[in-house]
């Protein structure tokens, strides 16, 4: 069971259907990677992670494909602290979607930027030369305009599963009130 100084946190996965959300999620939460593929409807999975040490109790929302016609959730916008928005390396389109989504959850917030992790998802399937459709550089461009922190991953040979939520964990308590007032301005002291 959680401890009572764990921070509960409420991670949303979205993008365009069959990147490898669900495989990432079920790679992350039950280390096995998902051969099949089987549409996803709505999965919320719990666990908890340690990270720089504080714990904290996550809740992962796997969510159903999106496309550029949905609309998005109020359930994947309100009480959420940060974004996994996920992309295959092999489909360009999935690629444009992240923008999409992206737009969508700043609009939907009323915000200029959220706590969010782009992740290209199938890195394995580069070793085909033929199959990758999004370059590295390029993705990287995209997470750096709109502040995110952005990682490839394999759910398939378990590559940098468990940095994409160390990413976001980093990019929520980055933008968080407390970890700001955390941090004292140069040459000022805190009084304890
Ligand atoms: N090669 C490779 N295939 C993957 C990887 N991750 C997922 N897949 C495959 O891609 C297909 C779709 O994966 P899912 O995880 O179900 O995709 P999803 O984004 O959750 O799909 P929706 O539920 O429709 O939104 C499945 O056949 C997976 O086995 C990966 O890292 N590498």
Known sequence: MAASSTKKRKIAVLGSRSVGKSSLVVQ???????????PT??????????YKGVEYD????????????SILNSKHAI??????????????????????????????????????VIVG??????????????????AEELAKTKQA?????????????GKVFELCLAEIEK???????DQPEPGKCIIM
């Open 58 to 69: 996550c809740d992962i929302i796997d969510t159903a494909g999106q496309d550029e016609y």
């Open 79 to 116: 009480g959420i602290h940060g974004y996994v928005l996920v992309y295959s390396i092999a489909s360009r389109r999935s690629f444009d979607m992240v923008k999409i989504v992206y737009d969508k959850i700043i609009d939907f917030c009323g915000k200029n930027e959220i706590p969010c």
């Open 28 to 38: 992350f939460i039950e280390n096995h990677f998902v051969d099949s593929y089987y």
């Open 175 to 181: 933008r968080s009130p407390r970890s700001q007032a």
């Open 41 to 50: 409807i709505e999965n919320t999975f719990s666990k908890v992670v340690a």
């Open 149 to 161: 922190a952005w990682v490839e991953t394999s759910a398939k040979n378990n590559v940098n599963v």
């Open 121 to 138: 998802a199938k890195s394995d399937l580069q070793s085909s030369s033929a199959s990758r459709q999004v370059q590295p550089g390029e």
